[in-house]
């Protein structure tokens, strides 16, 4: 079966940095879109960063556009999430995501097709 297994998450002080990544299994990697979501206590699940089958192209949702950087390593068949210059707003649960082929409609929520089971962040001020 599908697994997402994300890791990372952890407690950072404003202005620091983490580093998610998300271990898949069960599915032809390649072939897969990725995304990363959050969702804080009390809010729906929001569109963070996305990359496409080949890594070539990425979108980030302009809450965190120029501070987090999504990469993936195809060889691994995982992704992850630099999370620069935090802000105690970043505090959510972080999941990642898969969607087979198409980078359409990546940024709803409603169109993955596998979800893990979600890492916590937690950021001070």
């Known amino acids: 079966q599908v697994q997402l297994v994300e890791s990372g998450g952890g407690l950072a002080q404003a202005g620091g940095s983490l580093r998610l990544s998300c271990a898949a299994s069960g599915l032809a990697f390649d072939y897969y879109v990725m995304g990363w979501f959050r969702q804080a206590p009390g809010k729906e699940r929001e569109f963070v960063a996305a990359i496409s089958t080949s890594g070539s192209s990425t979108s980030y949702a302009d809450s965190v556009k120029g501070r987090f950087t999504i990469s993936r390593d195809n060889a691994k068949n995982a992704v992850y999430l630099q999370m620069n210059s935090l802000k105690p707003e970043d505090t959510a649960g972080y999941y990642c995501?898969?969607?087979?082929?198409?980078?359409?409609?990546?940024?709803?929520?409603?169109?993955?097709?596998?979800w893990g089971q979600g890492t916590q962040v937690t950021v001070s001020s």
């Open positions: 995501a898969a969607r087979y082929g198409t980078v359409q409609g990546i940024s709803r929520a409603r169109n993955m097709d596998y």
